[in-house]
């Protein structure tokens, strides 16, 4: 839930300060996806079985699995960016926030609280 908490909290600071933005849009993405493989059990090894998977670049038959590769390829395509478009860049990032949001939710049963 912290990760969640803070995630928001970086895209609402990268609204206020575009000057930061691009760094503080991908900090906010990162601690999506930390929150997601929180919820999911240990995070050293989902984010070991990510990148192992995303390495192999094959199709994988795994709803679960297919996104969380598709989480950290756009976590990656965020961080390759030098110039992001402010608005399109936002929604993705607060599209990704409650997506993790919502995965949460479904493996822990809690509800993470809104700011």
Do not use: W
Not at 67 to 84: F, G, H, P, R, S
Not at 87 to 99: C, F, R
């Amino acid at each position: 839930m912290r990760y969640l908490r803070e995630a928001r909290a970086e895209l609402r600071a990268a609204q206020k300060m575009p000057c930061t933005a691009s760094n503080l849009i991908l900090e906010a993405v990162r601690k999506a996806q930390a929150a997601i493989y929180h919820s999911l059990g240990e995070p050293a090894f989902i984010e070991t079985v990510v990148r192992e998977a995303a390495e192999k670049n094959q199709a994988t038959s795994d709803p679960i699995l297919q996104c969380l590769l598709d989480i950290q390829k756009m976590v990656q395509q965020l961080a390759q960016l030098e110039n992001v478009d402010g608005e399109k860049t936002m929604k993705q990032a607060d599209n990704l926030i409650q997506l993790a949001s919502d995965i949460v939710d479904l493996f822990t049963g809690e509800t993470p609280e809104e700011d």
